[in-house]
């Protein structure tokens, strides 16, 4: 007949547990399995191994410490995660069905979906009219040696852009005997066809530094409309017979 008290005493002790369990979580140590229908809302689930869920998982509701998910490495020395912001879009990400290629970038598709694409896809703010082909032919040059001779007009200046493209490549010029200061010095005519302007087009000079005054540049009005684009000499002349190497980028 003593038994009875301890029966009830381990019936204390198993509600006992249950109530701690419903109040403040579930912990799964070892190797045991334990099923979870429902929960109270501010219970916690600790678990040693896996978490299997046939549903959706949901984390917090947007609020400042909630509603992240955090990632843990196999050491549990490091960790980070993703958190939903508190306002801003309601959106599920669809992530890629490919694990990429090298030198790709991730944008959406406007429906939630992550895609991969190439570097070259991203236009920015040009557009795709205004994307210089990357390949081609070399564009065409004429030193000026008329109104604005800044090429100098006794003598022969030449003006080549041989092996280059629209994009990019090496203007060669060889003044003459007289060219001038803060004057055209080539115009560049793209060898293909732009319906809109190429959005920049930048110089540097190749070879033994000039002065500042004698330094090429693009001045406003030289900057490149559908068909071509100039430089202008600086504001001392390039010397007589020089040979001048430009390397020339447009966008």
């Known amino acids: ?106 944008i959406t598709g406007g429906v939630g979906d992550l895609l991969w694409v190439p570097i070259s896809y991203i236009h920015g703010s040009l557009a795709a009219s205004q994307m210089t082909p990357l390949s081609g032919t070399a564009p065409s040059v004429a030193c000026n040696t008329t109104s604005e001779p800044g090429a100098g007009t006794s003598g022969t200046p030449t003006c080549t852009a041989a092996g280059g493209t629209d994009v990019s490549g090496i203007l060669t010029i060889v003044t003459a005997t007289a060219p001038a200061a803060t004057s055209t010095l080539a115009t560049i005519t793209f060898a293909g066809t732009h319906a809109t302007a190429p959005g920049n087009c930048q110089i540097s000079w190749v070879g033994v530094p000039l002065s500042a005054g004698q330094t090429p540049y693009i001045t406003t009005s030289g900057e490149p409309t559908t068909t071509s684009w100039y430089i202008t000499t600086g504001t001392t002349a390039l010397g007589a017979s020089t040979t001048a190497k430009v390397a020339y980028t447009c966008i």
Do not use: E, K
């Open 1 to 106: 007949m003593r038994r009875a008290p301890v029966c009830v005493a381990i019936a204390f002790i198993a509600l006992f547990a249950i109530a701690a369990v419903a109040q403040n979580g579930i912990g799964v140590y070892g190797g045991g399995t334990t099923n979870v229908t429902s929960l109270l809302a501010s219970s916690t689930i600790i678990a040693s191994g896996s978490v299997t869920s046939s549903g959706n998982i949901y984390a917090g509701s947007g609020t400042a410490g909630l509603g992240c998910l955090s990632l843990w490495d196999t050491a549990a020395a490091h960790n980070g995660g993703i958190c939903m912001p508190a306002s801003g879009v309601n959106q599920f990400w669809n992530l890629w069905t490919t694990a990429g290629t090298n030198g790709y970038a991730t």
